[in-house]
Every structure is written in structure tokens, then in C-alpha cells.
């Protein structure tokens, strides 16, 4: 299987393990990546406002890239992710959004949301299967006690990303159980980590932070796990003494795999 690949500004800098692990472990599962070639910045953050446009073009070339190649566009991040399936269900379902873009851009074949966005994990789950992940490890984690840690991009809003419950997802659980591991279920591993304040209320960004470890501690975690490059960034560093270590879900991945 080759899907388009969309790594982001993030997983070629300050996340690089969650790019790197991934392309291994895809290697290893018979998956190519094809990156996307001169991709741009996904925007960030979704805005939601509907006269944005400009913001919200670099996702639509993309989107076209994929669409072009005849392949599913996959993603890492959570905010890349958020961001690409948010605007392509712009294109998809307004009307007026799909005919702003396309009149600006001005593309050879005009784009109507044709592109099917999904996160790794969705594939993992979804176009090889959890049985056949389990089948494909090397070194199952056993004994390891872990927790998904989701946050607030990868499942909000629930009827765009479709990935999952928001309100009570199993996603990275069934990853964690396939790999070996045990995973933990605590009740904040879908609440926000306070990450977007974290430059301009520290203090609050670290409350958070450390009420989300707590939990995960408090219930047998002895590691997390996470999609996200700014929750991963918030909850080591704003965390105190003695709290749970963080990682890419990839990162695990890969060790399972053998490829680490």
C-alpha cells in the first residue's frame, strides 16, 4: 500500500521521532510514505471563520496534491490532522467555502473535497488491522503498563474527525494492547493539556499538565503515549519531580516492531 504523506513543519524539527519512527515502522509493515512533494505549512490552527480563506489554501494544495496521485493522505500530527480534515470537510459540505477556494486558486481540476484524510493510527487500525499489527511484532511490550494520552485535537470535533468517541475512545488503547503492552485507562486522557497557553499562562499550562500525569500515575501508568508534538512538549516540560515519562506512539511502535 502507498499513501500520500503530509509530515508537517513540526516532524522536521522539534518532532522528528514522531516522523522518523513512523517511516521505519511503515517500512517494516510493507506501507510506503510518498511525501507530498513541496508541501507547506498546514496553518497551525484551524479557523473557523468562514470568510478565512488564505489560511486555509495551504492545506487545499495538499489535498489536491493527494487527490492528484489517486492516493489517501496521511497524517501524524494532531493539529496537522485537525487541520486538514477540518478544511476538507470546508470544501466537501460548504458550497460557498469550495467556490471561494477554487476561484482563488484557480486549479486545472477544481477541488470538492475528494481526498480521504486519515491519521496513522487510523490506518494501523483500519488498512492492516489490529490482528495483523499484532501478528507483524517482534518484541511485544509485555508488562508495560501505558497510557494513551489523546488531548484535544485528535477527536474534536467528533462529527469532522470521525476517528473515534471523543468522549470515550479506544483508539490508542487497541494500539497499545496490540504491541503487547497494557494499556491504562484514566479519566483525563482526552482533556486538554493547556498546551496553546503555555507561552502566555505558564502557570496554567503546567496545572494542567501535571493534573493530566497525575491521573495517568494515579491509575498504574508508568509511561504515556501521544500523537501530539505540543502535548508531548507540555507535559515534559511543565511537569515536576517524579512525574510519568512522555513518547510518540511511533516511537513504540517501532520498538515493538524491531526497527528501533
Known amino acids: 500500500m502507498t499513501f500520500s504523506y503530509y509530515p508537517g513543519c513540526t516532524l522536521k524539527t522539534k518532532a522528528v521521532a514522531l516522523d522518523e519512527y513512523a517511516r521505519r515502522s511503515m517500512e517494516a509493515l510493507g506501507i510506503t510514505l510518498e511525501e507530498i512533494p513541496e508541501w507547506q505549512c498546514c496553518g497551525g490552527v484551524y479557523i473557523s471563520a468562514k470568510d478565512e480563506i488564505a489560511s486555509k489554501l495551504s492545506s487545499v494544495r495538499a489535498l489536491m496534491a493527494s487527490r492528484d496521485a489517486g492516493r489517501e493522505l496521511v497524517t501524524l500530527c494532531s493539529a496537522c490532522h485537525n487541520v486538514l480534515k477540518q478544511v476538507n470537510s470546508d470544501i466537501a459540505n460548504d458550497a460557498e467555502m ?24 487510523e490506518v494501523l487500525r483500519d488498512r492492516i488491522g489490529w490482528d495483523e499489527l499484532a501478528r507483524r511484532v517482534k518484541n511485544p511490550l509485555t508488562g508495560r503498563k501505558i497510557g494513551g494520552y489523546y488531548g484535544c485535537l485528535l477527536l ?22 496490540a504491541i503487547g503492552a497494557t494499556p491504562v485507562i484514566y479519566a483525563e486522557r482526552n482533556e486538554c493539556c493547556g498546551g496553546y497557553v503555555t507561552m502566555e499562562d505558564p502557570a496554567f499550562a503546567k496545572k494542567r499538565g501535571n493534573s493530566v500525569l497525575a491521573n495517568a500515575a494515579d491509575m498504574g501508568a508508568d509511561l504515556l503515549v ?25 516511537e513504540l511502535l517501532a520498538e515493538a516492531l524491531g526497527v528501533k
Do not use: W
Open 226 to 250: 501521544t500523537a501530539c508534538p505540543l502535548c508531548l512538549y507540555n507535559l515534559t516540560h511543565n511537569q515536576g519531580e517524579g512525574s510519568l515519562p512522555v513518547c510518540y506512539f511511533t
Open 98 to 121: 469550495q467556490m471561494k477556494v477554487n476561484n482563488y486558486m484557480a486549479p486545472e481540476v477544481p477541488y470538492t473535497g475528494e481526498t480521504t484524510v486519515l491519521h496513522l493510527l
Open 156 to 177: 474534536r470535533p467528533g462529527k469532522v474527525m470521525q476517528m473515534d468517541d471523543p468522549e470515550n475512545p479506544k483508539i490508542l488503547e487497541d494500539f497499545i494492547r
